[in-house]
């Protein structure tokens, strides 16, 4: 059974830097894309990151240049390190499984439960 | 990376079916198949119901199907149940390597 569990969320200052951690079972992280997922409260959904299983990786504009994702395979943990936080960056994280290995086709089958980062001085 | 399109909000009474549309560009529904559909109600995490257009993961009832036409893609919930309330989501990858998520769609079961 898949499991994600996101953790590092809280109240954050702006221009500061969080690191957000997913820790995944169920399958072999090493051989599919992942992706962060955000929400601010009452919003909708926005991706963010990936990661490839080559280490390669995306970002979305409104976080490219303050925002790296990383993996270890090794502790089968995700990561979003995120720097110069704003205000607009209040959301609910969500670390995200891609279907199928090797493959990034944008299809999100198995999502954590989401950790909230507040940026707020 | 401009959202894709959805309306705002869509409602139905109960055994009706309804259809939520989402417009995209050439630059992504225009140009791959790769659409996927979520559903999320009030404080869960989202749930993939459809991908690859029509494909449905397993669990997820026949009622709902997906078409795509063009630059548009559709989501059809057939007999609508009171489970269905939810916000609904489309998706699609991008030619610039990315993903993009509609803005979101309220369906509301009378």
């Known amino acids: 059974q898949v499991q994600l569990v996101e953790s590092g969320g809280g109240v954050v200052q702006p221009g500061r830097s969080v690191r957000l951690s997913c820790v995944a079972s169920?399958?072999?992280?090493?051989?599919?894309?992942m992706h962060w997922v955000r929400q601010a409260p009452g919003k909708g959904l926005e991706w963010v990151a990936f990661t490839s299983y080559d280490g390669s990786d995306k970002y979305a504009d409104s976080v490219k240049g303050r925002f790296t994702i990383s993996r270890d395979n090794s502790k089968n943990t995700l990561y979003l390190h995120m720097n110069s936080l704003r205000t607009e960056d209040t959301a609910a994280y969500y670390c995200v499984k891609e279907r199928w290995e090797w493959e990034l086709m944008g299809y999100f089958d198995n999502w954590g439960q989401g950790t909230l980062v507040a940026v707020s001085s | 990376q401009s959202a894709l399109t959805q309306p705002p909000s869509v409602s139905g009474s109960p055994g009706q079916s309804v259809t939520i549309s989402c417009t995209g560009t050439?630059?992504?529904?225009?140009?791959?198949?790769?659409v996927s559909w979520y559903q999320q109600p009030p404080g869960t995490a989202p749930k993939l119901i459809l991908y690859e257009v029509y494909n449905r993961p397993s669990g997820v009832p026949h009622r709902f199907s997906g078409t795509k036409s063009g630059s548009t893609a559709s989501l059809t919930i057939s007999g609508l149940q009171a489970e269905d309330e939810a916000e609904y989501y489309c998706t699609s990858y991008t030619s610039t390597n990315t993903v993009v998520f509609g803005g979101g769609t309220k369906l509301t079961v009378l």
């Open positions: 050439s630059s992504d529904i225009g140009r791959y198949n790769r």
């Open positions: 169920g399958f072999t992280l090493s051989s599919h894309f």
